[in-house]
């Protein structure tokens, strides 16, 4: 892909990214969204996190806010990301459970109220601490405590479409890792299916040799 190409979609991408924030504002329903979520998720990759959420879009320009005033930016070693990047998964299969057992226990009208209700509240009443963290590290929440991504992430594992990088043309600047606000390796990966990729294409328009394309993927190879 045209690294200009690349660079209009991230301008495009603020400007969708701005547009759901509005509709948000004024009320209007973002279900139909919702539902085609999964399974745009298994077709393209989790495009929802990276275009239209605005609690991601607030993290994106937190960072950049950041970065403008100069404040101290905590990269996360990459030993240490390997880790810690599975915690939102391990949140999403406690909520999972006690959903379960709150179901067993005390009926549906329970298991909705959960996923819904009180922890819903608590996790708006934490949500400004999260952004002002986004100040100083990439996309915390996303990264980190998210179960939605979570949820939508272990879909996008069998993606149809990603992003290819041309290990040929590629000299290794690792310009596209740093870019990432998900903290993909993407310099050392040659098809990008990880879980927490969010379609959000910065890895793209950061590569100055053009080596990085969205495009169909090779069929996942069996162990
Ligand atoms: S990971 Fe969660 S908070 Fe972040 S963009 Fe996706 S749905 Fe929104
Ligand atoms: S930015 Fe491009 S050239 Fe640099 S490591 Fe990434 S894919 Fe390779
Ligand atoms: S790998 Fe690329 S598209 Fe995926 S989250 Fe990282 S920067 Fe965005």
């Given at each position: 892909?045209?690294?200009?190409?690349?660079?209009?979609?991230?301008?495009?991408?603020?400007?969708?990214?701005?547009?759901?924030?509005?509709?948000?504002?004024?009320?209007?329903?973002?279900?139909?969204?919702a539902d085609w979520m999964?399974?745009?998720?298994?077709?393209?990759?989790?495009?929802?996190?990276?275009?239209?959420?605005?609690?991601?879009?607030?993290?994106?320009?937190?960072?950049?806010?950041?970065?403008?005033?100069?404040?101290?930016?905590?990269?996360?070693?990459?030993?240490?990301?390997?880790?810690?990047?599975?915690?939102?998964?391990?949140?999403?299969?406690?909520?999972?459970?006690?959903?379960?057992?709150?179901?067993?226990?005390?009926?549906?009208?329970?298991?909705?109220?959960?996923?819904?209700?009180?922890?819903?509240?608590?996790?708006?009443?934490?949500?400004?601490?999260?952004?002002?963290?986004?100040?100083?590290?990439?996309?915390?929440?996303?990264?980190?405590?998210?179960?939605?991504?979570?949820?939508?992430?272990?879909?996008?594992?069998?993606?149809?479409f990603g992003i290819k990088?041309?290990?040929?043309?590629?000299?290794?600047?690792?310009?596209?890792?740093?870019?990432?606000?998900?903290?993909?390796?993407?310099?050392?990966?040659?098809?990008?299916?990880?879980?927490?990729?969010?379609?959000?294409?910065?890895?793209?328009?950061?590569?100055?040799?053009?080596?990085?394309?969205?495009?169909?993927?090779?069929?996942?190879?069996?162990?």
């Amino acid at each position: 892909m045209e690294n200009k190409t690349a660079k209009r979609i991230q301008t495009a991408r603020v400007i969708v990214q701005i547009g759901f924030l509005v509709a948000v504002i004024l009320g209007v329903s973002t279900k139909p969204f919702a539902d085609w979520m999964l399974p745009a998720a298994l077709l393209v990759g989790v495009f929802f996190c990276g275009w239209v959420c605005p609690l991601g879009a607030a993290q994106d320009w937190m960072w950049r806010l950041g970065r403008l005033l100069r404040l101290p930016q905590l990269h996360v070693p990459r030993g240490l990301q390997r880790y810690l990047q599975l915690s939102r998964y391990v949140f999403y299969f406690l909520l999972l459970t006690w959903g379960i057992a709150f179901a067993l226990l005390k009926g549906p009208y329970n298991f909705s109220k959960l996923l819904h209700g009180e922890f819903l509240t608590v996790a708006s009443g934490v949500i400004v601490l999260f952004l002002i963290a986004g100040m100083f590290i990439k996309r915390p929440f996303c990264n980190y405590f998210c179960t939605g991504g979570a949820r939508q992430g272990l879909w996008s594992v069998l993606r149809i479409f990603g992003i290819k990088r041309d290990t040929a043309k590629c000299g290794n600047c690792g310009q596209c890792t740093r870019a990432c606000p998900m903290n993909i390796d993407v310099a050392r990966t040659e098809f990008v299916r990880h879980p927490n990729c969010i379609g959000c294409l910065s890895c793209v328009a950061a590569c100055r040799r053009k080596c990085l394309n969205y495009g169909l993927m090779p069929r996942p190879k069996g162990k």
